[in-house]
Protein backbone atom coordinates (compact mmCIF):
# COMPACT_ATOMS: atom_id res chain seq x y z
CA UNK A 1 0.00 0.00 0.00
CA UNK A 2 1.32 3.49 -0.66
CA UNK A 3 1.77 5.50 2.05
CA UNK A 4 0.11 8.92 2.36
CA UNK A 5 1.89 12.05 1.75
CA UNK A 6 0.73 15.01 4.74
CA UNK A 7 -1.91 17.14 3.14
CA UNK A 8 -0.96 20.56 1.79
CA UNK A 9 -2.92 23.10 0.11
CA UNK A 10 -4.06 22.87 -3.45
CA UNK A 11 -1.53 23.40 -5.93
CA UNK A 12 -1.88 24.92 -9.37
CA UNK A 13 0.90 23.29 -11.97
CA UNK A 14 0.68 25.74 -14.32
CA UNK A 15 2.29 25.18 -18.11
CA UNK A 16 2.80 21.42 -17.81
CA UNK A 17 3.46 19.75 -21.08
CA UNK A 18 1.52 16.54 -21.66
CA UNK A 19 2.53 13.48 -23.26
CA UNK A 20 0.75 14.44 -26.41
CA UNK A 21 2.17 18.17 -26.75
CA UNK A 22 -0.57 20.20 -25.00
CA UNK A 23 0.12 22.77 -22.88
CA UNK A 24 -2.22 22.64 -19.88
CA UNK A 25 -2.22 23.26 -16.13
CA UNK A 26 -2.82 20.58 -13.06
CA UNK A 27 -4.17 21.27 -10.01
CA UNK A 28 -3.51 18.87 -7.25
CA UNK A 29 -5.71 18.35 -4.42
CA UNK A 30 -5.42 16.09 -1.52
CA UNK A 31 -2.68 14.53 -2.98
CA UNK A 32 -4.49 14.01 -5.99
CA UNK A 33 -5.10 15.32 -10.06
CA UNK A 34 -7.92 16.92 -9.40
CA UNK A 35 -10.64 18.29 -12.60
CA UNK A 36 -11.21 21.73 -12.82
CA UNK A 37 -12.76 24.13 -15.38
CA UNK A 38 -9.59 26.19 -16.77
CA UNK A 39 -12.49 28.91 -17.64
CA UNK A 40 -12.41 29.34 -13.33
CA UNK A 41 -9.13 29.45 -12.57
CA UNK A 42 -9.44 27.74 -8.78
CA UNK A 43 -8.87 30.21 -5.66
CA UNK A 44 -6.26 29.97 -2.99
CA UNK A 45 -4.33 27.50 -4.02
CA UNK A 46 -0.37 27.29 -4.39
CA UNK A 47 0.50 28.05 -7.82
CA UNK A 48 4.15 26.32 -9.36
CA UNK A 49 5.16 27.11 -12.93
CA UNK A 50 6.00 24.00 -15.24
CA UNK A 51 7.81 26.28 -17.95
CA UNK A 52 6.92 23.65 -20.28
CA UNK A 53 8.34 20.80 -18.77
CA UNK A 54 7.15 17.06 -19.68
CA UNK A 55 5.31 15.93 -16.97
CA UNK A 56 5.67 12.29 -17.09
CA UNK A 57 4.48 9.50 -14.14
CA UNK A 58 7.23 8.70 -11.64
CA UNK A 59 8.97 5.59 -12.29
CA UNK A 60 9.39 2.77 -9.94
CA UNK A 61 12.37 0.27 -9.35
CA UNK A 62 10.75 -3.03 -8.94
CA UNK A 63 13.81 -4.66 -8.46
CA UNK A 64 17.05 -3.38 -6.22
CA UNK A 65 19.18 -4.47 -3.67
CA UNK A 66 20.60 -1.43 -1.11
CA UNK A 67 21.55 -3.49 1.15
CA UNK A 68 24.60 -4.62 -0.66
CA UNK A 69 25.01 -0.79 -2.40
CA UNK A 70 28.67 1.64 -1.49
CA UNK A 71 26.21 4.42 -2.89
CA UNK A 72 27.64 7.48 -0.67
CA UNK A 73 31.11 5.89 0.71
CA UNK A 74 34.30 5.04 -0.63
CA UNK A 75 35.21 3.22 -4.04
CA UNK A 76 35.04 -0.50 -4.26
CA UNK A 77 37.48 -2.62 -6.27
CA UNK A 78 35.70 -5.61 -7.69
CA UNK A 79 37.00 -9.08 -7.70
CA UNK A 80 37.02 -10.86 -10.59
CA UNK A 81 34.08 -13.30 -10.77
CA UNK A 82 33.05 -16.17 -13.34
CA UNK A 83 29.97 -17.68 -12.06
CA UNK A 84 26.90 -16.95 -10.23
CA UNK A 85 28.44 -18.47 -6.99
CA UNK A 86 31.67 -16.35 -7.27
CA UNK A 87 29.76 -13.29 -7.58
CA UNK A 88 27.50 -14.48 -4.08
CA UNK A 89 31.02 -15.10 -2.17
CA UNK A 90 32.89 -12.49 -3.29
CA UNK A 91 29.77 -10.24 -2.16
CA UNK A 92 30.12 -11.75 1.33
CA UNK A 93 33.79 -11.01 1.43
CA UNK A 94 33.47 -7.42 0.33
CA UNK A 95 30.75 -6.49 2.83
CA UNK A 96 32.94 -7.54 6.11
CA UNK A 97 34.98 -4.47 5.40
CA UNK A 98 32.13 -1.71 4.74
CA UNK A 99 32.73 0.96 7.42
CA UNK A 100 29.45 2.57 6.79
CA UNK A 101 26.11 0.61 8.10
CA UNK A 102 23.66 -0.42 5.57
CA UNK A 103 21.41 2.17 6.96
CA UNK A 104 23.43 5.11 6.31
CA UNK A 105 23.95 3.46 2.55
CA UNK A 106 20.82 1.91 1.87
CA UNK A 107 19.59 5.74 3.16
CA UNK A 108 21.84 7.22 0.44
CA UNK A 109 20.69 5.11 -2.19
CA UNK A 110 17.07 6.17 -1.95
CA UNK A 111 18.27 9.86 -1.65
CA UNK A 112 19.43 9.81 -5.03
CA UNK A 113 16.20 7.49 -6.63
CA UNK A 114 13.85 9.76 -4.49
CA UNK A 115 15.63 12.68 -6.15
CA UNK A 116 15.68 11.62 -9.68
CA UNK A 117 11.92 10.96 -9.70
CA UNK A 118 11.36 7.61 -7.94
CA UNK A 119 8.16 7.07 -5.89
CA UNK A 120 8.51 3.46 -5.18
CA UNK A 121 10.77 0.48 -5.09
CA UNK A 122 10.94 -2.87 -4.16
CA UNK A 123 14.21 -3.76 -2.14
CA UNK A 124 15.61 -7.25 -2.03
CA UNK A 125 17.59 -7.52 1.31
CA UNK A 126 19.73 -10.32 2.09
CA UNK A 127 18.47 -12.96 4.92
CA UNK A 128 21.29 -15.94 5.31
CA UNK A 129 22.71 -16.60 8.98
CA UNK A 130 25.96 -14.53 7.99
CA UNK A 131 24.16 -11.34 7.74
CA UNK A 132 21.70 -12.17 10.23
CA UNK A 133 18.33 -9.74 9.74
CA UNK A 134 20.29 -6.55 10.23
CA UNK A 135 19.72 -5.88 6.57
CA UNK A 136 15.97 -5.69 6.78
CA UNK A 137 16.23 -3.96 10.11
CA UNK A 138 18.49 -0.95 8.48
CA UNK A 139 16.44 -0.93 4.81
CA UNK A 140 13.29 -0.65 6.94
CA UNK A 141 14.80 1.81 9.26
CA UNK A 142 16.08 4.00 6.37
CA UNK A 143 13.19 3.38 4.31
CA UNK A 144 10.86 4.28 7.43
CA UNK A 145 12.63 7.75 7.61
CA UNK A 146 11.17 8.98 3.90
CA UNK A 147 8.44 7.10 4.17
CA UNK A 148 6.68 10.53 3.12
CA UNK A 149 9.12 10.76 0.17
CA UNK A 150 9.21 6.63 -1.33
CA UNK A 151 7.07 3.56 -0.78
CA UNK A 152 9.49 0.59 -0.20
CA UNK A 153 8.55 -2.67 0.01
CA UNK A 154 11.28 -5.15 1.19
CA UNK A 155 11.68 -8.86 0.13
CA UNK A 156 13.29 -11.25 2.53
CA UNK A 157 16.10 -12.68 0.07
CA UNK A 158 18.17 -15.69 0.60
CA UNK A 159 21.03 -14.60 -1.48
CA UNK A 160 23.16 -17.62 -0.26
CA UNK A 161 20.81 -20.30 -1.03
CA UNK A 162 17.57 -21.37 1.07
CA UNK A 163 17.63 -25.09 1.31
CA UNK A 164 21.48 -25.10 0.43
CA UNK A 165 22.13 -22.64 3.33
CA UNK A 166 21.15 -24.21 6.89
CA UNK A 167 19.50 -21.63 9.16
CA UNK A 168 17.99 -19.66 6.31
CA UNK A 169 14.37 -21.06 5.97
CA UNK A 170 13.73 -20.06 10.10
CA UNK A 171 15.26 -16.55 9.25
CA UNK A 172 12.98 -16.31 5.68
CA UNK A 173 9.57 -16.83 8.39
CA UNK A 174 11.09 -14.28 10.72
CA UNK A 175 12.04 -11.80 8.36
CA UNK A 176 8.43 -11.61 7.80
CA UNK A 177 7.60 -10.37 11.49
CA UNK A 178 10.31 -7.95 11.43
CA UNK A 179 10.26 -5.77 8.54
CA UNK A 180 9.59 -7.27 5.30
CA UNK A 181 7.17 -7.64 3.04
CA UNK A 182 7.49 -10.26 0.69
CA UNK A 183 9.01 -13.59 0.17
CA UNK A 184 12.01 -14.43 -1.74
CA UNK A 185 13.54 -17.43 -3.84
CA UNK A 186 16.85 -17.49 -5.84
CA UNK A 187 17.07 -20.83 -8.57
CA UNK A 188 15.64 -22.89 -7.31
CA UNK A 189 17.42 -25.60 -9.42
CA UNK A 190 20.93 -23.73 -9.89
CA UNK A 191 21.27 -22.36 -6.34
CA UNK A 192 19.07 -25.16 -4.01
CA UNK A 193 19.86 -28.02 -6.63
CA UNK A 194 15.78 -29.22 -5.48
CA UNK A 195 13.08 -27.44 -7.22
CA UNK A 196 10.28 -28.94 -5.47
CA UNK A 197 12.03 -28.32 -1.76
CA UNK A 198 12.21 -24.37 -2.84
CA UNK A 199 8.93 -23.84 -4.37
CA UNK A 200 7.31 -25.69 -1.61
CA UNK A 201 8.63 -23.76 1.14
CA UNK A 202 8.34 -20.26 -0.42
CA UNK A 203 4.81 -20.86 -1.75
CA UNK A 204 4.10 -21.99 1.52
CA UNK A 205 5.93 -19.25 3.22
CA UNK A 206 3.37 -16.91 1.19
CA UNK A 207 0.40 -18.47 2.04
CA UNK A 208 0.47 -18.45 5.62
CA UNK A 209 1.90 -14.92 5.66
CA UNK A 210 -0.10 -13.27 3.24
CA UNK A 211 2.44 -12.07 1.31
CA UNK A 212 3.76 -11.46 -2.50
CA UNK A 213 6.55 -13.74 -3.68
CA UNK A 214 9.26 -12.41 -6.11
CA UNK A 215 11.83 -15.19 -6.91
CA UNK A 216 15.41 -14.60 -8.72
CA UNK A 217 15.91 -16.50 -11.59
CA UNK A 218 19.21 -16.29 -13.60
CA UNK A 219 18.79 -20.45 -14.89
CA UNK A 220 18.34 -20.14 -18.33
CA UNK A 221 17.61 -22.71 -21.44
CA UNK A 222 14.93 -25.97 -20.50
CA UNK A 223 16.00 -25.78 -16.72
CA UNK A 224 14.94 -22.10 -16.81
CA UNK A 225 11.65 -22.86 -18.82
CA UNK A 226 11.03 -25.84 -16.65
CA UNK A 227 10.92 -23.91 -13.76
CA UNK A 228 9.16 -20.67 -14.89
CA UNK A 229 6.43 -23.03 -16.01
CA UNK A 230 6.53 -24.55 -12.65
CA UNK A 231 6.13 -21.17 -10.47
CA UNK A 232 2.88 -20.56 -12.97
CA UNK A 233 1.67 -24.01 -12.10
CA UNK A 234 1.75 -22.89 -8.59
CA UNK A 235 0.59 -19.80 -8.69
CA UNK A 236 -2.68 -20.31 -10.24
CA UNK A 237 -3.03 -23.65 -7.82
CA UNK A 238 -2.53 -21.10 -5.00
CA UNK A 239 -5.08 -18.41 -6.17
CA UNK A 240 -2.00 -15.90 -6.22
CA UNK A 241 -2.72 -14.28 -9.25
CA UNK A 242 -0.60 -11.05 -9.79
CA UNK A 243 1.36 -11.69 -6.54
CA UNK A 244 4.23 -13.95 -8.09
CA UNK A 245 7.03 -11.90 -9.31
CA UNK A 246 9.80 -13.81 -11.31
CA UNK A 247 13.23 -11.37 -11.61
CA UNK A 248 15.12 -11.49 -14.86
CA UNK A 249 14.01 -14.60 -16.40
CA UNK A 250 16.60 -14.90 -18.44
CA UNK A 251 15.00 -18.25 -19.86
CA UNK A 252 12.24 -15.66 -21.27
CA UNK A 253 14.61 -13.23 -22.72
CA UNK A 254 15.78 -16.08 -24.47
CA UNK A 255 13.06 -17.38 -26.64
CA UNK A 256 11.30 -16.58 -29.95
CA UNK A 257 8.75 -17.26 -31.89
CA UNK A 258 5.80 -19.75 -30.97
CA UNK A 259 7.87 -21.02 -27.96
CA UNK A 260 7.68 -17.15 -26.51
CA UNK A 261 4.11 -16.98 -27.72
CA UNK A 262 3.19 -20.11 -25.93
CA UNK A 263 5.12 -19.46 -22.77
CA UNK A 264 3.79 -15.64 -22.28
CA UNK A 265 0.33 -17.23 -23.11
CA UNK A 266 1.10 -18.86 -19.82
CA UNK A 267 2.50 -16.53 -17.87
CA UNK A 268 -0.63 -13.55 -18.53
CA UNK A 269 -3.33 -16.24 -17.61
CA UNK A 270 -0.88 -17.11 -14.61
CA UNK A 271 -0.95 -13.45 -13.96
CA UNK A 272 3.08 -14.12 -13.31
CA UNK A 273 4.85 -10.63 -13.25
CA UNK A 274 8.16 -10.36 -14.36
CA UNK A 275 11.05 -7.72 -14.10
CA UNK A 276 14.28 -6.94 -16.26
CA UNK A 277 17.22 -4.95 -15.23
CA UNK A 278 18.77 -4.16 -18.71
CA UNK A 279 22.26 -5.61 -17.36
CA UNK A 280 25.35 -6.23 -19.26
CA UNK A 281 25.31 -9.16 -21.42
CA UNK A 282 22.22 -10.80 -19.83
CA UNK A 283 19.35 -11.39 -21.75
CA UNK A 284 16.84 -8.98 -21.40
CA UNK A 285 13.46 -8.92 -21.32
CA UNK A 286 10.95 -6.95 -24.20
CA UNK A 287 8.30 -4.75 -23.25
CA UNK A 288 7.52 -4.83 -26.78
CA UNK A 289 7.46 -8.78 -27.48
CA UNK A 290 5.75 -9.21 -23.56
CA UNK A 291 3.31 -6.72 -22.31
CA UNK A 292 0.93 -7.04 -26.04
CA UNK A 293 0.77 -10.57 -24.77
CA UNK A 294 -0.79 -9.35 -21.58
CA UNK A 295 2.39 -10.44 -19.81
CA UNK A 296 3.22 -7.59 -16.42
CA UNK A 297 6.71 -6.35 -16.67
CA UNK A 298 8.61 -4.15 -14.15
CA UNK A 299 12.16 -2.22 -14.42
CA UNK A 300 14.35 -2.60 -11.49
CA UNK A 301 18.26 -1.15 -10.78
CA UNK A 302 19.29 -4.63 -9.82
CA UNK A 303 22.67 -3.91 -7.96
CA UNK A 304 24.31 -0.33 -7.84
CA UNK A 305 27.40 0.49 -6.67
CA UNK A 306 27.92 -3.01 -5.32
CA UNK A 307 30.40 -6.62 -4.62
CA UNK A 308 28.73 -7.08 -7.96
CA UNK A 309 29.05 -4.39 -10.47
CA UNK A 310 30.60 -0.62 -10.11
CA UNK A 311 27.83 0.54 -12.38
CA UNK A 312 23.89 1.56 -11.39
CA UNK A 313 22.87 4.87 -10.01
CA UNK A 314 19.80 4.77 -8.92
CA UNK A 315 17.84 6.70 -12.14
CA UNK A 316 15.11 4.85 -13.28
CA UNK A 317 14.85 7.27 -16.30
CA UNK A 318 18.33 6.48 -16.93
CA UNK A 319 17.28 2.64 -16.51
CA UNK A 320 14.42 2.99 -19.40
CA UNK A 321 16.85 4.90 -21.62
CA UNK A 322 19.28 1.47 -20.93
CA UNK A 323 15.98 -0.91 -21.86
CA UNK A 324 15.28 0.33 -24.36
CA UNK A 325 19.31 0.91 -25.57
CA UNK A 326 19.33 -3.18 -25.08
CA UNK A 327 15.96 -4.02 -27.07
CA UNK A 328 17.16 -1.77 -29.87
CA UNK A 329 13.79 0.20 -29.43
CA UNK A 330 13.78 2.68 -32.56
CA UNK A 331 9.97 3.50 -33.29
CA UNK A 332 7.96 6.02 -30.77
CA UNK A 333 5.71 3.24 -29.58
CA UNK A 334 8.95 0.99 -28.55
CA UNK A 335 10.28 3.73 -26.51
CA UNK A 336 7.51 4.69 -24.95
CA UNK A 337 6.77 1.14 -23.97
CA UNK A 338 9.97 0.82 -21.98
CA UNK A 339 8.91 3.77 -19.87
CA UNK A 340 5.70 2.35 -19.32
CA UNK A 341 7.31 -0.79 -18.10
CA UNK A 342 8.96 1.43 -15.90
CA UNK A 343 6.49 3.45 -14.21
CA UNK A 344 2.82 1.28 -14.84
CA UNK A 345 4.49 -1.83 -15.30
CA UNK A 346 6.46 -0.96 -11.70
CA UNK A 347 3.83 -0.08 -9.78
CA UNK A 348 1.25 -2.29 -10.65
CA UNK A 349 3.67 -4.96 -9.46
CA UNK A 350 3.81 -3.48 -6.54
CA UNK A 351 -0.05 -3.33 -6.15
CA UNK A 352 0.51 1.17 -6.21
CA UNK A 353 -1.96 2.59 -7.74
CA UNK A 354 -1.49 3.83 -11.63
CA UNK A 355 -0.67 7.36 -11.89
CA UNK A 356 -1.15 8.50 -15.58
CA UNK A 357 -2.08 12.38 -14.71
CA UNK A 358 -5.78 11.84 -15.24
CA UNK A 359 -8.11 13.18 -12.62
CA UNK A 360 -8.10 11.16 -9.43
CA UNK A 361 -4.72 9.60 -10.26
CA UNK A 362 -2.14 10.31 -7.67
CA UNK A 363 -0.20 13.33 -7.70
CA UNK A 364 3.57 11.79 -8.37
CA UNK A 365 5.26 12.64 -11.29
CA UNK A 366 8.74 14.52 -12.41
CA UNK A 367 8.87 17.56 -14.95
CA UNK A 368 11.75 17.30 -17.12
CA UNK A 369 12.98 18.92 -20.49
CA UNK A 370 11.74 17.17 -23.62
CA UNK A 371 9.31 18.12 -26.06
CA UNK A 372 7.81 13.93 -26.05
CA UNK A 373 8.34 10.51 -24.08
CA UNK A 374 10.21 9.21 -26.49
CA UNK A 375 12.84 12.35 -26.35
CA UNK A 376 12.82 12.11 -23.17
CA UNK A 377 13.76 8.18 -23.08
CA UNK A 378 16.47 9.10 -25.29
CA UNK A 379 18.00 12.01 -23.67
CA UNK A 380 16.97 10.53 -20.14
CA UNK A 381 16.95 14.13 -18.45
CA UNK A 382 17.58 15.13 -14.77
CA UNK A 383 14.10 16.06 -13.49
CA UNK A 384 13.73 19.85 -13.09
CA UNK A 385 11.04 18.84 -10.47
CA UNK A 386 10.08 15.71 -8.37
CA UNK A 387 6.48 15.73 -7.56
CA UNK A 388 4.80 13.52 -4.64
CA UNK A 389 1.15 13.72 -3.41
CA UNK A 390 1.65 17.33 -5.09
CA UNK A 391 4.62 18.03 -3.08
CA UNK A 392 7.22 19.09 -4.88
CA UNK A 393 10.15 17.34 -3.16
CA UNK A 394 13.26 17.48 -5.53
CA UNK A 395 14.84 20.04 -8.10
CA UNK A 396 17.40 19.72 -10.56
CA UNK A 397 18.48 15.70 -9.32
CA UNK A 398 18.45 17.68 -5.36
CA UNK A 399 16.36 16.80 -2.62
CA UNK A 400 14.61 19.65 -1.30
Given amino acids: MATPAPACPDVLFTAVR ?25 EGCVTVDAAGALALPAPVDAHIHPDKSTWGGPWLSREPADTLRD ?103 GIDGDMDGQLDFVFGLAGRRGAPLDIHLHDGGPAGIRQITEIARRTVAAGMRGRVTIGHAFAVAELEGAELDSLAELLAGAGVCLVTCALGADPVLDPARLTPRGV ?105
Avoid: N
Fill in 296 to 400: RLGVGSDGVRDAWTPFGDGDMIARAHMLAYRTDARTDAELAACYEAVAQGGAALLGLPASRLEAGDPADFVLVAADSLPEAVVDRPIPSMVVRAGRVIARAGRLV
Fill in 18 to 42: SADGRIRDLLVREGRIAAYDPAEPP
Fill in 87 to 189: LIEGDVRARTAFADPVAERAGALMDRAIARGTRAMRAHVDVAPVHGLSGVHQVRAAADARKDLIDVQIVAFPQLGLLSEPGTAELMEQALSEGADVVGGLDPI
